[in-house]
């Protein structure tokens, strides 16, 4: 390769005029968030990175559960800050497809367990994308159920409040989940334990974007009242 190749591969070329820049801190930010997978930015369009904050804590009554994610765009997390976790403060790992979802806590009933981590994800640049969550029988690991949902990104940037579709899959997947019929292992015939998904804080997250969205049409409808 010359070297007018390698500075060509160097080039960054220049922002979407439509993509306004902005920065965060995610400390800041994920101290009044509404629950988990929070994104940090109003962007979720096609071939968008989409960071996304979650808190975790611990303590006496507390309990996340596991289950697994499948998604067909790539995800990478990073750790900013842990106290009795497996996960170190810097710490970067790039996950498969399939990977399992968890508090990231050793002693979930810990009070001085926490961490705080960014997961993000680069949308598809074009065609369909798909996620999917699974839960596993605790005994006998067969496949309670999986969900499987379309998260194909926008074609453009946005000015709208809209709702992540990672989250209302995510809060869809916690109400089925817990059903009788889901719950009961059609392999071992276990009823296994609920899904604490108020835990996780999905389905807040979505009542609280329906509201904003709602309140922020109902202000446009009473500016064009006023105008006109």
């Known amino acids: 390769m010359s070297a007018a190749d390698i500075a060509a591969t160097r080039h960054i070329p220049s922002s979407d005029p439509r993509v306004e820049p902005l920065k965060v801190n995610v400390y800041e930010y994920m101290a009044k968030a509404a629950g988990q997978l929070v994104p940090l930015f109003p962007y979720d369009h096609a071939g968008a990175i989409v960071p ?10 507390q309990t996340y559960g596991q289950f697994f994610h499948w998604n067909t765009v790539s ?18 790992i790039a996950t498969q497809n399939l990977h399992g979802v968890n508090s990231r806590l050793t002693d979930e009933t810990d009070s001085d367990a926490a961490v705080v981590i960014v997961v993000t994800q680069h949308q ?11 839960s596993r029988c605790s005994g006998c690991q067969a496949e309670l159920l999986r969900h499987e949902y379309d998260a194909t990104p926008p074609t453009a940037p946005h000015g709208e409040v809209r709702q992540f579709p990672t989250t209302v899959g995510s809060a869809r997947f916690a109400e089925l989940r817990n059903t009788d019929e889901v719950r009961t292992c059609p392999e071992c015939g276990l009823a296994n334990d609920a899904f604490q998904g108020a835990t996780w804080g999905w389905v807040r997250q979505v009542s609280q974007t329906a509201t904003a969205q709602s309140a922020q049409a109902e202000l446009r409808r009473s500016a064009a009242a006023f105008s006109d």
Not at 52 to 61: A, T, Y
Not at 124 to 134: K, L, P, R, S
């Open 124 to 134: 598809a640049e074009d065609g369909d994308q798909t996620e999917a969550m699974i």
């Open 75 to 92: 995800e990478v997390v990073v750790c900013y800050g842990s106290h009795n976790s497996p996960l170190a403060p810097g710490q970067v």
């Open 52 to 61: 996304c904050g979650n808190v975790l804590i611990g303590g006496p009554e």
